[in-house]
């Protein structure tokens, strides 16, 4: 396969770019190539938190670790972390405090943009989250890093949370297949971002691994997910402790409007809500409250049922809606 040079990238359309990656990988898997660099990422963490730190000032954004109850053994480490904005990559090497490879889905235009050059020192694992083959791969990268005894930070929920209703989204369960099949312990790690663009970080304690089977992988997922969600809700008490707490039937008709815009106002390389809903996890076996109440923007006006649009308009409907979805 012929190398593309930076300059031929610069200029390639993003599908030939996203398989032209895709290739890499599958060339370098098919090897059987071991992952570069391991042991000498280990040593470059101490300059890439100081990095993090310029960037924190340049960025205007904070990180604070309000706990960490995990612990540095001789097994390698999994960082199961929350995903909840832009900056919580930053937070989350900041608070594993040790080198650990990211596993970035979907990379797109991050494959032409200066930042990567800072996050190949961190080391990292793209995996095009729609291609099943590439998914494949990217497992079993993640696999034999943990078998060479490097570390990963992966976020299982494979999208920023940017419901309303969910403290953390349903997990899918690569990362417990990647732990147990590489002999890893699992960090849980929650993030959460405050309307001062502070990072909270609470990390808990390591989830050993070494009797847990395969089958049950959506079973563990399930009960990470809830350990992950008793570490945000202790963040969130944190918040309200600083912010003071709001009770829902005084939230704004807008409100869930300006939570969506504080999340994604830092998006960067084309991440946007359409590429997030593409992307999280979705249980078909379950109704989201937004499928349950959609009906309820396009239902038509009839003599049966005119008593319910008096003096009420599209807009009041959207919002009778959003009121159901948040109950």
Known sequence: MKHKSIIEQLHMPLNELNAYYRELRKIAYEAGEPIKGVEARKKLHGLVQKIVDVEKLMEGFKV????????????????????????????????????????WGDPGE?????????????????????????????????????????????????????????????????VIEAAIRGGADIVPMAVEKDSNNCYYVKVGKNIDTQDMK??????????????????????????????????????????????????????????????????????KNETSPDDAFAHLLDIKRTEENNFLFEDMTKED???????????
């Open 317 to 327: 409907r959207k919002r009778l809606a959003r009121v159901l979805i948040r109950k």
């Open 110 to 174: 991050l494959y032409r943009n200066p930042e990567r050059i800072f996050l190949e020192m961190i080391g990292m694992l793209y995996v095009d989250t729609d291609n099943k083959e590439d998914r494949h791969i990217s497992l079993e990268n993640m696999v034999k890093l943990l078998k060479q005894g490097g570390n990963v930070i992966i976020f299982p929920e494979g999208a920023w949370n940017i419901t309303e209703n969910e403290v953390v989204m349903k997990l899918f369960t690569g």
């Open 64 to 103: 604070e670790v309000l706990s960490d109850e995990s612990t540095k053994g001789p097994r390698p480490r999994v960082y199961a972390v929350t995903h909840v904005a832009r900056f919580d990559i930053e937070a989350a090497v900041e608070a594993a405090k040790e080198g650990a490879y990211i596993v």
């Open 214 to 283: 395969l089958e049950d992988k959506r079973l563990h997922a399930d009960d990470l997910r809830d350990t992950l969600a008793t570490l945000k809700w202790g963040i969130w008490e944190h918040i309200d402790s600083k912010e003071g707490g709001i009770i829902r039937s005084e939230l704004s008709p807008d409100a869930g409007e300006k939570f969506l815009d504080g999340i994604m106002k830092d998006s960067d390389n084309g991440y946007t809500t359409d590429v997030i809903n593409a992307t999280r996890f979705i249980d």
